[in-house]
Every structure is written in structure tokens, then in C-alpha cells.
């Protein structure tokens, strides 16, 4: 929050007193479709994968999350809407909870909450937006290619067919980027 805005010690501490430091087994499921979320999740340590269940019962990854980055089914929860995501994670992880309440209480009273609320927004419109330009306009491979930029060390923490689905690949096709790769080097 420090890099984010101006807040002081005290604020931030009444803040933090609201929320909760919770850690998470490996592929343990945070947050359920059919439930209004009512918590947004700030990840200290380990990764978080968005998924989607289409109506055939098949898994499609639409993000990662990582250290010091916020996750949850944000329009659903500003929208307070069921949501159609699920939220696991990937191997042991650590986040800090911020319950519906906690984020209303510093939107009213940290002295830059309605900035942090902003920026957090504008952070994650601008991924969104990224992703869909990038699975229209760039071809697998370089989508294949940009992913660590995105998420640096992703091809040792997260199986190689959930980076596929996140890539709108198939896992055979991203065993062929791997090894073109390899044979370049």
C-alpha cells in the first residue's frame, strides 16, 4: 500500500487490524463460483489461478496471480453478483484477506483510499484490456514468449497444461513453442 499512496502508520495498522493473514494448501480453492465474493485477497506469498468451468465441465485458465499483487472477482464483487470464477491456488500461499468491510472502511477513511481503489481498478483494467489485445493480436508464440514478463518463474510453479488454457493453446502446441525455443538457444 506504501507504493501505492500516501498512508500514515496508524492508518495503516487500522486498516490492516480489519483483515485477516491466512495460508493456503497447494490447489486449495479460495473463492467458489455461485457465491458473491466479499473479499479481495493481497498475495505475500505463492501464485492464485483464475478459472472458469465452461457448461462441458472443461477448465479454462484466465489468469495467474502472484506475490505482492491483489487478486479476486472483481466485477462481482463491486457488482455483489455470484460469481463465475474460481480462485486456487498453485502451491502454498499466503494472502492477507481484506473482507468487504475492511475495503469500505478504508475507501472512508484512509486519507487516499479512494486512490488506492483507483489505482487497484486501473491496474487490473489495464491486464484485462492487455489480455484481450494479446489473445487477438498476437500470434502463440508471441504470447508464448511475453509470459514470464508477465509472470516471471510461471513454467516452474504452475503445470504446463494450465499455461496453455491461460495461452488459448493446446498443451501439445505449447510443448512445440518449448522446444523451438530450446533449439534456439
Known amino acids: 500500500m506504501k507504493q501505492m499512496i500516501d498512508v500514515s502508520e496508524d492508518e495503516l495498522n487500522d486498516f490492516l487490524s480489519q483483515a485477516v493473514t491466512k495460508t493456503f494448501k497447494r490447489q486449495e480453492i479460495v473463492s467458489r463460483p455461485d457465491i458473491v465474493p466479499d473479499e479481495i485477497f493481497f498475495i505475500n506469498k505463492g501464485i492464485i489461478r483464475v478459472l472458469i468451468t465452461d457448461n462441458e465441465g472443461t477448465e479454462h485458465t484466465i489468469h495467474f496471480a502472484m506475490e505482492n499483487q491483489f487478486i479476486a472477482d472483481y466485477s462481482h464483487f463491486i457488482q455483489r453478483q455470484p460469481s463465475i470464477y474460481s480462485l486456487q491456488t498453485m502451491e502454498e500461499t499466503e494472502v492477507v484477506i481484506l473482507p468487504r468491510t475492511c475495503i469500505e472502511w478504508g475507501y472512508n477513511h484512509l486519507k487516499e483510499g479512494q486512490k488506492m481503489g483507483r489505482l487497484v481498478a486501473e491496474y487490473?483494467?489495464?491486464?484485462?484490456?492487455?489480455?484481450?489485445?494479446?489473445?487477438?493480436?498476437?500470434?502463440?508464440?508471441?504470447?508464448?514468449?511475453?509470459?514470464?514478463?508477465?509472470?516471471?518463474?510461471?513454467?516452474?510453479?504452475?503445470?504446463?497444461?494450465?499455461i496453455a488454457s491461460y495461452l488459448?493453446?493446446?498443451?501439445?502446441?505449447?510443448?512445440?513453442?518449448?522446444?523451438?525455443?530450446?533449439?534456439?538457444?
Not at 489485445?133 to 504446463?160: A, L, M, S
Request: charged fraction near 30%; proline fraction near 7%; hydrophobic fraction near 30%.
Open 168 to 185: 488459448g493453446i493446446t498443451p501439445i502446441h505449447l510443448s512445440r513453442l518449448k522446444k523451438a525455443a530450446i533449439e534456439k538457444l
Open 124 to 162: 487490473y483494467f489495464i491486464y484485462q484490456d492487455d489480455r484481450i489485445k494479446n489473445t487477438y493480436v498476437r500470434t502463440p508464440k508471441q504470447r508464448y514468449d511475453n509470459i514470464t514478463d508477465v509472470f516471471p518463474d510461471i513454467h516452474n510453479r504452475v503445470p504446463q497444461h494450465m
